[in-house]
Structure formats: structure tokens, C-alpha cells
């Protein structure tokens, strides 16, 4: 009795290679993803995932190779294209347009499905965003249809655009959907990521899945399969009962992981004077009466929830929102609300780095010494010379990786990038920095380059105030754990001998 033949792959990418100016992207990458399944797509920052994400979904074409779907050969010309074909992703950087609402966010490119007579139904337009949005367990209660997106925190942002794939795909009646998740997880507390799993485990039913993700042990609890990039190359594929975190980082980097990967044999035990000192600051409902010390060549390392107050409060003692109490360095008291009032005396590297970090049409010269060019002049008069050995200093120093120093920041990859935002804040004459997830989206490779850098700057005598929503990295890279819950800081511990069990305790 001969079996029934297997159903084609609802997705294949077959033989796809890629070539940019200079750069071979991707050299003969295959894949499939069957009825039901995540596949797992796993790589170093430049590895190549973005790239074939983005021939999947139609905004690349590929310069060899094809796109089969349900044994169909697709040739996709944009995004559209591919939602019509089934394919949806979801961006870690978020294709959101700012100053529009949630609603027409959710359907952008597709507002034709409410239009009669070349005119926007705007009512049929919200209603069907309603339904979305509570039909979502994700957005339910946490946004509305008519919130304007820019308003909205990061993380709301990212399940605002996860939300849209599988809405846009209800609007075109596709039953049975494959999603691309970009990075999606990169901006979501531990509550909102297995809430986001929950909710891909309940669609496994009617759709399929490819999940990238640098955090290698989501892909180990959500992945059926995974698939490692390396320089463009599948290196390997692993069914996840069969590999580990171990694996897939030597797979990846080409080295076992480290034990001490936070480089924790380099943590400090001796300290100078309190450098930053905050004191009952508060701001509105965000938190309030919070005090803290760092002392100089300290890291202190700051969690919680999202919601809990802590990215709100570094701003506030960067400056950039207002608050009450008093924040000081070196002795000094400087004014609330006026970032400028801080330069040369405390730098802050922000959460989101696209929007706020860095430049992405500006250069790497440009983005590490704006800052600073006062160092860089003679009387009133930038020198390009002084200002070019600068940043070819500061290169080599946080181990840049581009052509040259005039490549666009947005032409790098995401580790790249955060290393020039780092090697700018360095460099602004500031000897206290605030830091809201530096490792945010980024390889692990580049992510213990950037512990490094910071073990080499504490050494220095900077003091660090590192807010971080990954447990791990709370524990490894803090002299000192503090906990923040409904605004306050709640607990403080010496971080040798502290557990991930202790700190969720103190979350929640």
C-alpha cells in the first residue's frame, strides 16, 4: 500500500542568493516551513536573516534562487504582492507611521478594502480595528483604535505591529497565513513575550511561523525547527530537541559560548566616591520618591516589569522629562528637565535607538562626534583632521565594523550601530552614563563585545546606570541589582550569589 505523498511546503525559499554592492548577502539559502510549524532563523547581526526576511515578504528581489509558495513559484515585486500570496511580517523596527492612529496603522496599504467611491470609510475602517484590538489578547484594554500610535510606549508599539500581520491577513481572507517574526521579542518584557507565544501556539492551527530572534532560548521554547545563518550560508538546521543554546552559539559565532560570557571574573570589589546621586525623584504617575547612588567605576543595574517605571526614570534623570527631587553629579546639582544642562557631566544612551540613539541617514563621523566637536575644533573651527583621528580611534576602540567612516549608520548592522551611539557617549566628556537596554537587538557576539566595552569603561572610572529587561544580563553585568515595581524602587541587592528567582520575587 503506497502512503499518501507529503503536502508541499506552505513556504520555500530555494537556492536564494543576494548580492548588494560589494557584499554577497546571501550564497544559495534554502528553507521550508510546513502546515503548523515555527522555524527558528538564528544569526549574527549581517548573518543575513533581514535580508532573506525581506525576499520572503516581497521587498527584495533575489538575484537567484526562487520563492515557492504551496507549490507555487511567487514572483513578488513588493509587500503587497506577498500579503496576496499569504506572507506577512512583523518588524522589530516597526514599519509604523507615527503621527497616524492605531487603526490606520493596523491597515495601512489596504485602505482601499474600506473605500466606496474612491472615499475613505473612516467608520468602517475604526470598527473593523475595534474588533481586532479586542479580539487580541495582546491590545486588549492597552490601546484603542483612535490612539495615535507615536504616543504609545515601545513595547505597545511592537504588539501594534505584530497584531497588524495577523490582521491584514483577516482582512484578505487568507486562512492560512505565514507570518515572519522580525525580532519581535527584542522590545517585550518576559509577561508580554510568553503572552506573544501563547498567541502563536494558538494559531499554530491556521498558520505558520519563521521567528528570529537573538535571544536563543525563545527559539529553543517556541521553535519546532531552526535554521543557522552564517556570512549568507546556511551552516545548519536542527530540529530543537536536538541541539542546545551551546550548539547554536558555535554554529553561529564559530566558538563555544563562554562561562563567563558577562565577564564576570572582571567584575570590580573596589569603588571611588558616589558620582551619580538621585534623590526623592519623581515623575507624575510614572514613579515617584526614587533614591539611588552610583558610585564611580560601579555598574548598577536596574529591572522590572514593563510599566514599573524604570526606562521613564532614566530619562527623567537624563533630563528629558520632567520631574521633581534632585539628581547630582560629582557633587553638583543639575537642573530637571534640561538635557543640555547635562553634557560633559552625564551622557544617556536611550531605549529606542532608530528614533533617538542614533542618525541612520547621518555617518559614522557624524554620529560619534556630534557631541562632542568642541574637542574637535581650533577656536570656532572644526578641524576634519582632529575629528577624523577621533573617530578612527574610536573604531578601532568599540571594534566598528563598516567600510569606512562615512558609511551611513543605517547601512550597519544592529550591534554596529549601538557600538557608535556607545563610543559617542564615551566620548562626550561625560563620566557618568545612563543606558536603557544597550544590548537591545543585538547578536550575541556583538553583545558581549559591548560587555567588555563596558567592564573597560567601568575600569576607567565611569559610573553606570544599566537598565536592562533581561534577568541574565541584570545579574552579570550589575555590581549592585536594584528592582523597580509600580514606580518605587522596591529591592537592592549585591549581585554576587543573586538568583533569577530573587529578582522576579521582587517584580512582582
Not at 520555500?12 to 550564497?27: D, I, S, W
Not at 573596589?270 to 551619580?276: M, T, Y
Not at 574610536?394 to 562615512?406: E, F, H, I, N, Q
Amino acid at each position: 500500500m503506497t502512503a499518501d505523498p507529503l503536502p508541499p511546503p506552505v513556504l520555500e525559499a530555494r537556492g536564494v542568493t543576494m548580492t548588494f554592492p560589494g557584499v554577497k548577502a546571501l550564497t544559495e539559502v534554502s528553507l521550508t516551513v510546513g502546515a503548523g510549524e515555527v522555524i527558528g532563523l538564528v544569526g549574527e547581526n549581517g548573518a543575513g536573516k533581514s535580508t532573506l526576511l525581506s525576499i520572503l515578504s516581497g521587498s527584495l528581489r533575489p538575484g537567484a534562487g526562487e520563492i515557492v509558495a504551496r507549490g507555487r513559484t511567487l514572483h513578488l515585486h513588493n509587500y503587497a504582492q506577498a500579503n496576496e500570496a499569504g506572507i506577512f511580517r512583523a518588524h522589530q523596527d516597526q514599519g509604523l507611521i507615527d503621527n497616524l492612529t492605531v487603526a490606520a496603522n493596523l491597515f495601512l496599504g489596504h485602505e482601499r478594502r474600506f473605500s466606496r467611491g474612491g472615499l475613505l470609510q473612516h467608520r468602517r475602517l475604526l470598527a473593523a480595528a475595534r474588533r481586532q484590538i479586542q479580539a487580541d489578547t495582546m491590545l486588549a484594554g492597552r490601546v484603542s483604535e483612535i490612539d495615535q500610535v507615536g504616543d504609545l510606549p515601545l513595547d505597545v508599539r511592537q504588539l501594534v505591529e505584530i497584531a497588524r500581520a495577523f490582521a491584514v491577513a483577516e482582512l484578505l481572507e487568507v486562512s492560512r497565513p505565514v507570518v515572519l517574526l522580525d525580532e519581535t521579542t527584542a522590545s517585550l518584557n518576559q509577561d508580554e513575550v510568553t503572552e506573544l507565544f501563547a498567541h502563536v501556539r494558538d494559531r499554530r492551527d491556521r498558520a505558520s511561523f519563521v521567528f528570529v530572534s537573538h535571544r536563543l532560548n525563545e527559539i529553543l521554547e517556541l521553535c519546532d525547527r531552526v535554521y543557522v545563518l552564517k556570512d549568507g550560508v546556511v551552516v545548519a538546521e536542527r530540529k530543537v530537541g536536538e541541539t542546545s543554546e551551546a550548539e547554536l552559539h558555535r554554529l553561529m559565532v564559530g566558538r563555544e559560548r563562554e562561562e563567563n560570557h558577562y565577564l564576570e571574573d572582571r567584575r570590580r570589589t573596589q569603588f571611588g566616591a558616589v558620582r551619580l546621586k538621585v534623590d526623592d525623584l519623581s515623575s507624575g504617575d510614572e514613579f515617584h520618591g526614587v533614591s539611588l547612588d552610583v558610585r564611580e567605576g560601579e555598574i548598577l543595574a536596574v529591572g522590572g516589569i514593563t510599566g514599573c517605571g524604570k526606562s521613564h526614570l532614566a530619562r527623567a534623570i537624563a533630563g528629558d522629562v520632567r520631574a521633581s527631587g534632585t539628581v547630582e553629579v560629582d557633587g553638583r546639582r543639575l537642573p530637571n528637565h534640561r538635557p543640555a544642562a547635562r553634557r560633559g557631566r552625564l551622557a544617556f544612551g536611550p531605549l529606542d535607538r532608530h528614533a533617538e540613539g542614533v542618525s541612520l541617514l547621518q555617518s559614522v563621523r557624524w554620529n560619534m562626534t556630534w557631541s562632542s566637536l568642541r574637542d574637535h575644533s581650533r577656536g570656532p573651527f572644526l578641524s576634519p583632521r582632529r575629528e577624523k583621528r577621533a573617530v578612527a580611534a574610536g573604531m578601532a576602540r568599540y571594534r566598528v565594523a563598516a567600510p569606512s567612516m562615512d558609511t551611513r549608520v543605517g547601512a550597519l548592522s544592529g550591534g554596529n550601530q549601538q557600538k557608535v551611539m556607545l563610543a559617542r557617549l564615551a566620548g562626550s566628556g561625560a563620566r557618568v552614563l545612563v543606558l536603557d537596554n544597550p544590548t537591545r537587538g543585538v547578536d550575541v557576539g556583538a553583545r558581549q563585545e559591548i560587555y567588555g566595552h563596558l567592564r573597560d569603561l567601568a575600569d576607567a572610572g565611569f559610573s553606570i546606570l544599566l537598565v536592562s529587561d533581561d534577568l541574565r544580563e541584570l545579574i552579570g553585568m550589575g555590581d549592585r541589582v536594584a528592582v523597580m515595581r509600580d514606580g518605587q524602587v522596591v529591592r537592592e541587592w549585591e549581585s554576587r550569589g543573586l538568583t533569577e528567582e530573587q529578582i522576579i520575587v521582587g517584580m512582582v
